[in-house]
């Protein structure tokens, strides 16, 4: 459902770049999409699951892209080999393991997606941009703007799709799947 909702922008920004990083590729669907729409760009995948970048070379090997590849890496380690032109990531800044139980990661991991803010920033070429997929409240795409602003990261646009799920307990809370783009803050 993520992937459904966010492929057609993070395609249509990921055209005309050359270095592409897939941050949390999981199954490494979206990379081997976008390696297989434009051959001309590298795309590199990582996840911090084995099992996912696994699964991501079967595929990748059977497709045939040439121009993807993976490794299993997580976000506070990752080294990019060269500055990229775009990164994304979807559904994955903060992982479910990180804080359990929490509906809301980024109001209640806000260290850690600054960190990660910060280290995307550095990974960023000149023109580059930054893609974070996310699904959360109105309050929370706030903060993550607010949170990236103050890592030197300019806003751009936002997409936001379907509301997926809201609970009752100190008051409703809408989750949307949102797509915020960003570069860097020139
Ligand atoms: C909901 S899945 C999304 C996968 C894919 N990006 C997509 O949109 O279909 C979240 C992915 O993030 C990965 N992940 C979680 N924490 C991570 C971290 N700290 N570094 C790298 N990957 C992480 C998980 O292993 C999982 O594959």
Redesign the pocket.
């Known amino acids: 459902m993520?992937?459904i909702f966010?492929i057609r922008f993070i395609r249509d920004a990921a055209r005309g770049r050359k270095r592409i990083l897939?941050?949390?590729?999981?199954?490494g669907?979206?990379a081997l999409y976008l390696a297989r729409l434009y051959p001309e760009a590298l795309i590199h995948g990582?996840?911090?699951?084995p099992e996912?970048i696994e699964r991501a070379n079967r595929y990748k090997q059977s497709r045939e892209v040439p121009n993807a590849c993976f490794s299993v890496?997580?976000?506070?380690s990752?080294e990019p080999p060269d500055k990229m032109d775009m990164i994304y990531?979807?559904?994955?800044l903060?992982?479910?393991?990180?804080i359990p139980g929490t509906e809301e990661p980024l109001l209640e991991g806000e260290e850690i997606v600054k960190r990660r803010l910060s280290r995307f920033r550095e990974m960023l070429s000149h023109e580059g941009i930054l893609a974070i997929?996310w699904c959360a409240a109105d309050d929370a795409n706030n903060r993550l703007r607010k949170l990236a602003e103050g890592c030197d990261l300019a806003y751009r646009d936002a997409r936001t799709g379907d509301v997926v799920s809201y609970k009752e307990d100190s008051g409703k809370i809408i989750c949307r799947y949102a797509l915020v783009f960003w570069a860097l803050n020139k």
């Open positions: 993520a992937s966010s897939d941050a949390g590729c999981g199954n669907v979206q990582y996840d911090i699951s996912a890496s997580s976000h506070d990752f990531a979807s559904g994955s903060v992982g479910e393991h990180e997929l």
